[in-house]
């Protein structure tokens, strides 16, 4: 009988103190047919990045007039064509940015402006002022529906709160209808994700009523989740079940504006997409109040990692994540998915080893099918994405720790300096390395690895040097070698015969008393220091010990003759 471990029923937790008892689930959708969950995302959505709303009415020190001129146009440039860039009532700085937009003649003709408004009219008139001459814009109104912020904040009940939502519609449509260019419409119904369904559906319906969406008349509805208060797979429902029964679908774009505060924003769009959305709000690297806006670059890039364009080019992620950290002043944290410092690197030597064959393998598949490595499909443990398609090298992919192993040592040697090691050298430098990050508790860096694998490896000045030789052929097969020495830097000759070239070096070192077994042999091509010629390896047996050594000369002989030099020089140390 097998030996007992645990029941099936052990935890070992306890009730914690937390006064969980204060806070109730979120309400579920009756919804048994739902269909998102079978359902793929199979093309971007519509983007709307409000990183010059939301994103910077989050910051500690909002942006003046340079800095958001600076972010505009890397939104331009990054391919996103709806951009809210303001509340241009809340104060005159914004309505100075929205005004200079259209002044200076920022907004590309493909590009549209959004700005946002609570229904309030003053608030409203000044919007629209804000607006004159701008050819095309979209204004956004919004009210608050929940039943907290009915009760707490505006003290209104629900056919108060329609009404607000109703006659501030009639407003902008009044206004817009007095602007001499093109006004679209967006509403929200704010904090839709704690608003009762059949009430942010009422609103949504008396709103409509009001612009009369239809043929080439477009409004788009905007269901926010302004605070995120459920699972991922609610807030879905909750979209699909608003989709479902809208009227005038056809003529709705339905767009989500997810926040962070469960740290699901992401979760929440992608499968707010799949229960029938059209459109994404959010910022640049999750920038917003609180826990932050839903992340247009995770949005986008995760597209990307699933064959599916997200029409915005990430293709420098540094660049973008330099300017939006210099406009903003708010930090990229070093484990943000795809943009932060160590998001494509790994410590662990079993990650190493394992990213380090995946990318070998990668670029013998690509050449055996004669397809260039960069267009060839993508497959290597540990990276979910190509980090040179956003503009990363693969410099950082490995770091040396003490968590590291071989993989990561042969990695950084072999895309550093173009070194492949032998997989018992490969070892043997991983314990040499460990027994550092061990022992000071520290990371290697590259360039010291190299310096650390060079005076072990590779040592300048050999107790046995090699000064020069010359090989000839012997009898039945042997070959015969005079070679020139020197030992603790006196001079000697020396000349043996063997099977092959390191057999008859060991045989004319017998002359100094030393009687190496050659073990193991490689040879590559390699550049050191700027000169092209060939690296060796060599594994010796000298008594029972074995040692390795390398040699780097202008041609494969001289390089493995000083390999075995090498080799003896550490038995030498060793003794």
């Keep these: 009988m097998s030996k007992e471990t645990f029941p099936a029923d052990y935890s070992g937790q306890r009730a914690s103190t937390l006064p969980y008892g204060r806070y109730r689930p979120a309400p579920e959708v009756d919804l ?119 009760r707490v904040v505006f003290g209104m009940e629900r056919a108060e709160v329609e009404k607000l939502a109703v006659d501030h519609a009639r407003l902008c449509r009044d206004l817009a209808e007095a602007h001499p260019g093109t006004i679209g419409f967006q509403y929200s119904p704010e904090s839709f994700s704690q608003t009762e369904l059949d009430f ?49 679908r056809e003529h709705v774009c339905l767009s989500l504006h997810p926040h962070n505060d469960r740290g699901t924003g992401v979760a929440s769009a992608e499968l707010g997409l799949l229960a029938g959305a059209d459109r994404v709000e959010g910022c640049l690297f999750g920038n917003g109040e609180r826990t932050g806006n839903v992340c247009l670059t995770i949005l986008a890039l995760n597209l990307m990692s699933q064959g599916v364009d997200p029409q915005i080019d990430f293709s420098d992620i540094d660049a973008v994540r330099h300017v939006v950290e210099t406009c903003t002043g708010m930090r990229v944290p070093e484990r943000y998915p795809y943009a932060g410092d160590l998001v494509h690197t790994s410590f662990s030597g079993s990650h190493q080893d394992a990213i380090n064959k995946g990318l070998r393998a990668l670029e013998r598949d690509a050449a055996e099918k004669g397809v260039p490595r960069d267009a060839y499909p993508w497959d290597v443990p540990y990276l979910p994405i190509d980090p040179k398609d956003i503009g990363r090298s693969y410099q950082a992919i490995i770091r040396v720790n003490s968590q590291s192993g071989k993989g990561g040592v042969d990695y950084l040697l072999s895309t550093g300096y173009g070194l492949k090691l032998p997989r018992g050298l490969q070892t043997e430098v991983a314990a040499l390395v460990q027994r550092i990050t ?69 045989d004319a070192l017998a002359e100094t008393g030393v009687e190496p077994v050659v073990l193991e042999h490689g040879e590559q ?51």
């Excluded at 939301?54 to 440039?77: I, S």
């Excluded at 009523?209 to 477009?218: A, C, H, M, Q």
Aim: negative net charge; aromatic residues 6%; proline residues 7%.
């Design 32 to 150: 048994p047919d739902r269909a998102w969950p079978t359902r793929r995302i199979t093309k971007a959505p519509r983007w709307l990045s409000t990183d010059l709303r939301d994103g910077n009415q989050a910051l500690p020190t909002p942006m003046d007039l340079d800095r958001k001129t600076r972010l505009f146009r890397l939104l331009v440039e990054l391919g996103y064509k709806e951009i809210e860039v303001g509340f241009p009532a809340a104060s005159e700085t914004e309505f100075a940015f929205v005004r200079s937009l259209i002044e200076n003649d920022e907004i590309p003709d493909d590009v549209l402006i959004q700005v946002i408004v609570p229904a309030r009219e003053a608030l409203i008139r000044r919007t629209f002022d804000a607006l004159a001459g701008a050819p095309r814009a979209i204004a956004h109104l919004y009210n608050s529906t929940s039943p907290a912020q009915r």
């Design 200 to 248: 942010a559906l009422q609103i949504c319906e008396s709103v409509m009523d009001v612009w009369e969406p239809g043929e080439n008349r477009e409004i788009i509805l905007n269901l926010p989740s302004t605070v995120e208060c459920s699972t991922p797979n609610v807030f879905a429902d909750q979209v699909e079940w608003m989709s479902r029964n809208l009227s005038r």
């Design 438 to 506: 061990d022992g000071e508790g520290r990371e290697v860096a590259p360039d010291e690895l190299w310096s650390l694998f060079r005076a072990e490896y590779l040592p300048e000045r050999p107790r046995l040097a090699l000064l020069g030789h010359r090989i000839a052929p012997g009898e039945r097969g042997q070959t015969t070698l005079k070679a020139e020495i020197a030992v603790d830097g006196e001079s000697r000759a020396l000349s043996g015969a063997g099977p092959d070239l390191l057999a008859a070096f060991a």
């Design 525 to 575: 091509e390699a550049t050191l220091d700027g000169t092209s010629g060939t690296m060796a390896y060599v594994r010796c047996r000298v008594g029972r010990d074995a040692f390795w050594g390398c040699g780097f000369g202008p041609d494969a002989p001289t390089a493995s003759l000083r390999a075995l030099c090498a080799a003896l020089h550490r038995h030498d140390r060793a003794r």
